[in-house]
């Protein structure tokens, strides 16, 4: 990709392909740059993700990296937001600028205890009733990927 990305958006050790496949197509909409850190719960070249990403794959930018701290390397200085429920604030109390990174944990367990106490001021989630314990991740990336792109007006309609 030749421009710079307007997000980073991060999964990190992503489990179920066709999350990844729809997280794959929201990153191509909204201009960011696709994150996995491994170990990966699918392989690349499974049928399940590229079907879920649909012919949007191909124009993906996209690394796979071993670890956080190759991220935290090769992209110093930028915000991190850590999407974990719970938090102490929500998805709309954020300030997301162009180049922050978006990080997501699993599917089933959410990111490591270590990286949201880390980055403890910068964890966010969407308020939510009771009786459901999270959202899906695709779900998830794509209204927070929309809602930073919309407070720095990084998109127009064509």
């Not at 997000?7 to 066709?18: A, N, R, S, T, W």
Request: one cysteine or more; hydrophobic letters at 40%; aromatic letters at 10%.
């Amino acid at each position: 990709m030749s421009r710079e990305p307007l997000l980073h958006i991060v999964l990190f050790q992503p489990e179920i392909p066709p999350n990844t496949g729809n997280i794959g197509r929201t990153c191509v909409a909204v201009g960011a740059k696709l994150w996995l850190i491994r170990p990966l719960g699918f392989s690349l070249d499974e049928q399940q993700l590229r079907r879920a990403g649909l012919d949007y794959w191909p124009h993906l930018d996209y690394e796979v990296v071993e670890s956080w701290s190759e991220i935290v390397q090769r992209l110093p200085g930028r915000t991190v937001w850590c999407i974990e429920n719970p938090a102490a604030r929500t998805v709309w109390e954020a300030s997301f600028t162009p180049g922050d990174i978006l990080l997501f944990g699993r599917e089933t367990n959410g990111l490591p205890a270590s990286l949201v106490e880390q980055y403890r001021s910068h964890t966010l989630q969407f308020p939510m009733h009771a009786e459901v314990r999270s959202l899906n991740l695709a779900n998830t990336v794509c209204a927070v990927a929309y809602e930073a792109v919309r407070q720095f007006g990084g998109l127009t309609a064509n």
